[in-house]
């Protein structure tokens, strides 16, 4: 690995100017390829295909082209009007079908004329409600902007299709405050831990590059999510940063023992290749383990961030090296003091107290597992949302005025008699928390013939193979009480076809809750089990990987427990990627330190000496990276509107700093604990255990 290292070193120190320019030319697709690459703003469509609820959705979009669908409220119009703004609403690109209660009795007829229990659901005082179906939840995004466009306060849009606008605005203005914010913190405490002005500029850069590389390649996918998109680049940064540092390191100290420039950048190229590719396998596992999700929004989290620090190795060993050469006297005209604290203190309180860290860390376990385990999450997104967005204001209203809350759809077979349809209704509408069941049957034995109706309002109802039955439930999306009362509708609606199925944004977050509590449990323990195995190649051992695994997962247990004891509520997605992420970004800084101290071990040193050796060698590097993530996602989380963002950079953040102490403090009193367990289950310390025996 080192000789293949000093090739790619000799090649950049030979075309190091050819190496600049072909880096900065690939800036050009890159930037293309970002701006071009779609982004996923709806949650919902990571669920598994083959679920039932997707088929339904499925069903929705081919069938009636029903893809996603938009409630209206309308506000101070007559009826002519609302068909007029029917009309208008029907010639933007991608609406498909607009209906209100005046397409049952036209314009010649009141609508009070109505009967009572349709008019109730319909029109509350002066306001009326419209529903707006589109081909697909794609172009329902933009077909509501226009529709925003084209009215004014007295309509307003609600709906899931809204809500995922109103976070795709904001998410698209944020983005570039969350990399701005992220640079400046990350630029800071590089200036303070590095010698030269130059060398955090030069630093960034490289790293902004690979940023740009890795953020055009999503082209390929096809498409990304937006929270991949938003925290990606961030992510990126903070994991990344210590690969150029260490290169940097490597580079200064061979300056000092070879002849030339170019000679000691071939020397640092090859050692950094050796122990960047090391440390970054299990960063890249960490990532992939999220691919083994149900949810497939793992595989986009997950392949964008190993391809990521794939990138980003790539660059430390071609780019920077060819950075720092071109621009070496500069470098060396801008040295300056390093302002970071050597911490000696911490090595000898360490030391001297490991037996005590070790009792407080057994004493943590249990109240760190326990508060892990029992954090409160939540699964409607969209209730994160700041509430004074167009799309939380209609909400609002369309609950208070018509007590919409949780629309649902009901797919039945075409040919169920009406009898049979009427008597399953009147189930439904028996049980608690039901406030509307609307269906073809339903509009006829209210006084409201087929002839009466349009065909477009029939079209709503039925298609060649299905009939639809619209709910309204009084309970929110993702809460217990819905999710029991969408099982008692199953249990109804199956009873009369057991082909039937749900649909709509209450049943598919009922199946997410479910599929994201298997996902918690599978993520973890894959991403373990990887780390795991990788570790025990690259140490060469069996008992460390257990160790350093068991000690970065009791800072991934406080980390989340904080929350628990807190009383702080997460989004689910946090609560199932954060610990394999904190996992593979941080078990790095475990490595290190226990490599610095098996190579003392193996020179024959007492473990006493080899890690106060590996303390100081090792602590300054560990702080560099571990602030420097911190920096990356602190400012996130303290300045993004979307909740869902804020606490997942919160939890990294945090989570950072809590791995940091873990490593420093506890990692320590591990390794000099159970230090000849370790020896008698490592490959090549035969020797040092004959020598310890030789010793008493």
Excluded at 202 to 229: P, Q
Excluded at 289 to 295: D, F, G, R, V
Excluded at 303 to 320: P, R
Excluded at 511 to 537: G, K
């Amino acid at each position: 690995m080192k000789e293949f290292g000093k090739r790619i070193g000799s090649f950049v120190v030979k075309y190091r100017i050819g190496v600049v320019i072909l880096s900065l030319l690939l800036l050009i697709p890159s930037l293309f390829g970002y701006l071009e690459t779609r982004v996923n703003y709806d949650i919902l469509v990571y669920l598994p295909e083959d679920i039932e609820t997707m088929r339904g959705q499925k069903i929705l979009e081919d069938d009636f082209e029903m893809g996603s669908f938009a409630i209206c409220c309308v506000d101070n119009m007559q009826p002519k009007d609302i068909l007029k703004l029917e009309e208008t609403f029907k010639n933007i690109e991608g609406v498909n079908k607009v209906i209100s209660a005046n397409d049952l009795i036209g314009t010649t007829i009141p609508i009070e004329m109505l009967p009572d229990e349709i008019l109730d659901n319909f029109k509350k005082d002066e306001s009326q409600l419209m529903l707006v179906t589109f081909s697909d939840s794609t172009i329902a995004i933009e077909a509501i902007k226009e529709m925003r466009d084209l009215t004014d306060i007295d309509v307003k849009i609600g709906g899931m299709s809204a809500s995922t606008l109103d976070t795709s605005v904001i998410a698209d203005s944020e983005i570039m405050i969350y990399v701005i914010v992220a640079v400046a913190l990350v630029l800071l405490i590089l200036m303070l831990s590095l010698d030269s002005y130059i060398i955090p500029i030069l630093l960034l850069g490289n790293i902004g590059i690979a940023i740009l590389y890795n953020m055009g390649t999503n082209y390929f996918l096809g498409e990304i999510s937006y929270i991949t998109k938003a925290i990606a680049a961030v992510l990126q940064l903070g994991v990344t940063t210590d690969f150029s540092i260490f290169l940097y390191h490597k580079y200064k100290r061979a300056k000092e023992e070879k002849e030339t420039k170019e000679l000691a950048m071939i020397e640092a190229v090859g050692d950094t290749l050796v122990s960047v590719a090391g440390s970054s396998l299990t960063t890249v596992a960490g990532f992939l383990a999220l691919c083994t999700m149900q949810l497939t929004l793992g595989n986009d989290i997950g392949i964008v961030m190993a391809k990521g620090v794939v990138l980003g190795v790539i660059t430390t060993i071609t780019v920077f090296p060819a950075f720092l050469l071109v621009c070496d006297k500069w470098i060396e005209k801008t040295y300056h003091k390093v302002w970071l604290p050597v911490f000696k203190s911490v090595k000898g309180f360490v030391l001297k107290y490991y037996k005590v860290i070790l009792v407080i860390a057994i004493l943590i376990v249990y109240p760190a597992y326990y508060g892990n385990n029992h954090i409160k999450q939540y699964y409607n997104l969209t209730k994160d949302l700041p509430q004074d967005l167009e799309s939380c204001i209609a909400n609002s209203q369309l609950k208070d005025k018509f007590n919409i809350v949780s629309p649902e759809v009901i797919l039945i077979d075409k040919n169920m008699k009406n009898n049979k349809m009427n008597e399953m209704v009147d189930k439904i509408q028996s049980l608690k928390g039901v406030d509307l069941v609307l269906s073809p049957s339903e509009l006829s034995s209210l006084g409201i013939p087929d002839e009466m109706m349009s065909d477009e309002l029939k079209s709503i109802f039925e298609s060649s193979q299905y009939k639809i039955i619209f709910i309204n439930s009084l309970y929110e999306v993702a809460s217990e009480e819905l999710n029991h009362q969408i099982e008692e509708v199953n249990k109804i609606v199956k009873s009369y076809d057991k082909d039937a199925l749900l649909a709509g944004e209450g049943p598919c977050m009922k199946d997410l809750v479910h599929i994201a509590d298997l996902d918690f449990q599978s993520v973890n323990t894959m991403s373990i089990v990887v780390i795991f195995i990788i570790m025990t190649f690259v140490l060469k051992s069996i008992s460390l990987p257990i160790l350093l695994v068991a000690a970065i997962e009791l800072a991934v247990f406080i980390n989340m427990a904080i929350g628990y004891y807190t009383g702080d509520v997460v989004p689910f997605v946090a609560s199932i990627v954060i610990g394999t992420i904190q996992l593979g970004a941080t078990i790095d800084y475990a490595i290190l330190l226990t490599t610095k101290y098996l190579e003392q071990r193996k020179y024959g040193e007492t473990k006493q000496d080899a890690m106060a050796f590996a303390i100081d060698q090792s602590m300054s590097s560990i702080v560099v990276s571990a602030f420097s993530l911190f920096a990356a996602t602190f400012g996130v989380g303290m300045i993004s509107k979307l909740n869902m963002i804020a606490s997942l950079c919160t939890l990294l953040s945090r989570g950072t700093l809590i791995s940091m102490i873990i490593v420093v403090c506890v990692i320590p009193t591990l390794l000099l604990t159970f230090d000849s367990f370790i020896l008698k289950t490592s490959i090549g310390f035969k020797q040092v255990r004959i020598q310890e025996k030789e010793r008493i």
